[in-house]
């Protein structure tokens, strides 16, 4: 009996049916290109994904800047690293793609920021 | 009272102004940008998200990122930007705009692109029945509220319908500490993409409820539940499958409209498919000289068509004021079988431009079909597919090759048939 899933790496958005054997990936059908593969291996080794939330940011005309993980980050990681912004406040001005956190919830994943905000006042 | 005499207007400065704005500076004309609030970017300023820019930047930004693209590129150029500048109304091509610097503009463009995107609907658009207490509000307006004020709308959350925004949120409210209960969906399928039921439902065990609504809200002066229930093949709620939810927030996920009140005063021809301007190949209205760009023109799902369509309006926009805008009379483009609804819908034979892309959208989910583009009896393009959605949009791209095999002014029908 085959897991089915929906493969996230596109917006086109494939039903695969993975095979699992130990915790392995044995066998994926459904996905129309590689990234279906990667993603289902992914899925069943190491589920990750991308974490974006808002960070408090001083100085700026918006009182919140958007972040963006640098990389997908393990799924069980997610809570903890989202607690771990609601702590964080940054003083504009920012630059999008700036390092606002070395190390998300001990993952070594780096947080950026997702746009640029000028300094005011 | 200020004047102004440019070549192309645009309005909105969300992803279809900047990139229309962009696109027709870029070819050498003066290009004034008119955005109502106090910020570039539009709707992507909220969608913190990640997802955007697979077609054009081949990752996955997020929507403040892709919006940052097209910021620091507009920075580059002499475009001029009227932040929270308010369109009053367009006569005979003529912009009469306000702002608090100004005052009353008059604004004398050679062109006008339209670039006003969408709304969400609201609770008064689906209809239901109950008290009009707090608590009640659009995805859109909850995505704000949170990601751009940083309130929290609520505490326990139920979700009406599956649109992307409303999955969107629903992933989004969790993690931020609400309790998601659950989404609920009149239609037997989901209306947003596949893969956010994946990474926004499924990943955090939010219950997504087929074929069920909210038939009432109850509460006095904030929201104090709502009322559920599954309905039958025609959309009827069915008795006896009431339940009662106990919630202080009612998120509605229910659909877009364009925006065209601006539009349809300058007595612009809509088109009751689309809800937005009946479009030539060149994304002109029936105005001459005025155009549109992106979600004022047709609901799109990517951002990145929506960023194609624009730049196709701004080239449209300056072959016109160089005065090489078709003259022949166009043909219309019709929807065919199982297509509900597409742009453009008029072709000139004489079209000076070069790829043109028509983008529509299924009626009904089908898999292995035939996307055929015919005038008559002769077959310009097909396309076969593995499977059309009506939650996913069809970009097809027709070459110039394609388009010489276009004769007189026949229609052009475009449908979607099995393979």
Do not use: W
């Amino acid at each position: 009996m085959g897991k089915r899933m929906i493969c996230i790496s596109c917006p086109k958005g494939c039903e695969l049916i993975l095979e699992v054997n130990n915790e392995k990936l044995t066998s994926v059908k459904g996905n129309d290109c590689k990234r279906g593969e990667m993603f289902a291996r992914s899925e069943v080794e190491n589920p990750t994904r991308v974490l974006t939330s808002v960070v408090t940011i001083r100085k700026a005309k918006s009182k919140l800047l958007p972040v963006i993980s640098a990389e997908p980050l393990p799924k069980q990681k997610i809570e903890e690293a989202i607690k771990e912004m609601r702590n964080i406040v940054v003083d504009a001005p920012v630059r999008e793609g700036e390092i606002i956190k070395d190390d998300l919830a001990g993952t070594g994943i780096k947080l950026l920021a997702a746009r640029s905000l000028k300094k005011i006042g | 009272m200020k004047r102004m005499e440019i070549d192309v207007a645009v309005i909105g400065a969300g992803p279809a102004g900047l990139a229309a704005a962009l696109e027709a500076d870029r070819m050498g004309k003066s290009v004034v940008l008119i955005e109502r609030s106090d910020d570039l970017g539009g709707i992507l300023q909220q969608c913190i998200h990640d997802g955007f820019g697979l077609h054009r930047f081949k990752k996955q930004l997020s929507g403040p990122q892709y919006a940052q693209y097209f910021i620091d590129e507009l920075n580059k150029t002499d475009i001029s930007v009227l932040l929270n500048t308010t369109v009053l109304s367009i006569e005979q091509k003529v912009i009469h705009a306000v702002n608090p610097t100004d005052g009353v503009l008059k604004i004398f463009p050679k062109a006008i692109i339209l670039a006003m995107g969408c709304r969400e609907r609201t609770r008064n658009q689906v209809l239901i029945y109950g008290t009009r207490p707090s608590g009640v509000m659009t995805a859109g307006a909850a995505q704000r509220l949170i990601n751009l004020e940083g309130l929290l709308p609520g505490k326990r959350a139920v979700i009406l319908g599956s649109g992307d925004v409303g999955l969107i949120m629903a992933r989004r409210m969790y993690l931020e500490g609400i309790d998601v209960l659950g989404v609920y969906e009149i239609m037997p399928n989901v209306g947003g993409l596949a893969r956010n039921v994946q990474q926004c439902l499924i990943d955090y065990n939010i219950p997504l409820h087929l074929s069920t609504t909210v038939v009432e809200v109850y509460g006095k002066e904030t929201l104090e539940g709502v009322r559920v229930a599954k309905v039958d093949s025609s959309l009827k709620p069915i008795p006896g499958t009431e339940e009662d939810i106990e919630c202080d927030l009612l998120v509605l996920s229910v659909g877009l409209i364009p925006e065209n009140e601006l539009s349809k005063n300058a007595g612009i021809q809509m088109s009751p498919v689309t809800l937005g301007p009946v479009l030539d190949e060149s994304m002109m209205t029936s105005l001459p000289g005025i155009f549109a760009a992106g979600n004022v023109a047709i609901v799109f799902d990517l951002v990145d068509y929506v960023s194609l369509s624009a730049e196709s309006a701004a080239r449209g926009a300056v072959r016109y004021i160089d005065g090489n805008s078709p003259k022949e009379p166009p043909c219309d483009i019709k929807t065919g079988e199982n297509v509900s609804s597409l742009i453009p819908m008029k072709y000139h034979i004489d079209y000076k431009g070069e790829d043109l892309y028509i983008f529509l959208r299924a009626r009904e989910e089908k898999h292995d079909v035939r996307l055929c583009v015919t005038q008559g009896d002769n077959m310009i393009r097909q396309k076969l597919l593995p499977v059309v959605r009506p939650a996913e949009m069809i970009a097809l791209k027709l070459s110039r090759d394609d388009l010489c095999q276009i004769t007189g002014n026949m229609p052009i029908t475009v449908s979607i048939i099995n393979k």
